[in-house]
Each structure stands twice: as structure tokens, then as C-alpha cells.
């Protein structure tokens, strides 16, 4: 196994090992904080590899549509972290309002429930 696929495997027995935690002692605050610290590391994953997709030209679109793009991923990955680190604070509130804002936070970034989208006349 080489040491990227290594650490990739790891990265992802953490990542069950938090969900796990986290449905089994759901009232305990150090089951959201160890689910909220393995989002903030795949976030910063995230912009790392888009910071190093833009700076080394592996995108396939130039100019101001690229630019566009760029600032849009970029805002993207700080407002979702901005809302599960929320998510996580609401814990000192109640766990379980905790719990359900994070979903809904994931499930708004996978289903696009709420969203802004800049509509252009054709």
C-alpha cells in the first residue's frame, strides 16, 4: 500500500470511528466535537486541493469564469465550515439540536435546499 492510500485508509477508520461515537453516545459532548473535528479536517482538505487545482492550472476554464468559480468553491467550503462549526457550538445549548442542525447543514450541501442561485435571462 502506498503512503497517500495509507493515509487515506486511516483517515476514513477516524472519520467511522466518529460517526460510530457519536450515534452510540449522542449526548456527550466529545461525540460532536470528534464528528466536527474530522468535518473541519476534510474541509481543509478540500481547500487545499482547490487552492493547489487553481495554482497550478488544472482547471479547465480561463479568465472570468475561472475566477468566478474559484471565489464560488472557496465561499462555498468557509460557510459550510462556518455552520458545522456552529452546529458544533449549539452542543453547550442541547446535543440533540446540535445533532439535527449538522444534518440539515449536510443535507442543504447535498440536495441544494437552500440556495442562491444568480438566474440569467436567456
Avoid at 467511522?16 to 474541509?43: M, P, Q, T
Avoid at 487545482?53 to 474559484?70: M, P
Avoid at 435546499?113 to 440569467?120: D, E, F, P, S
Wanted: charged fraction near 15%.
Amino acid at each position: 500500500m502506498q503512503p497517500a492510500e495509507s493515509r487515506l485508509a486511516v483517515g476514513l477508520k477516524i472519520y467511522d470511528f466518529a460517526k460510530f461515537y457519536l450515534s452510540s453516545c449522542g449526548n456527550i459532548k466529545l461525540a460532536i466535537g470528534l464528528y466536527w473535528l474530522n468535518i473541519v479536517l476534510a474541509g481543509i482538505l478540500i481547500y487545499i486541493h482547490w487552492n493547489y487545482a487553481c495554482s497550478h492550472n488544472f482547471l479547465s476554464v480561463e479568465g472570468e469564469e475561472r475566477k468566478a468559480i474559484d471565489k464560488a468553491v472557496r465561499k462555498r467550503v468557509i460557510v459550510a465550515q462556518s455552520l458545522y462549526l456552529f452546529g458544533a457550538l449549539l452542543c453547550f445549548i442541547n446535543t440533540y439540536i446540535s445533532i439535527a442542525f449538522i444534518i440539515l447543514v449536510q443535507l442543504n450541501y447535498a440536495f441544494a435546499i437552500i440556495t442562491n442561485r444568480i438566474r440569467t435571462k436567456k
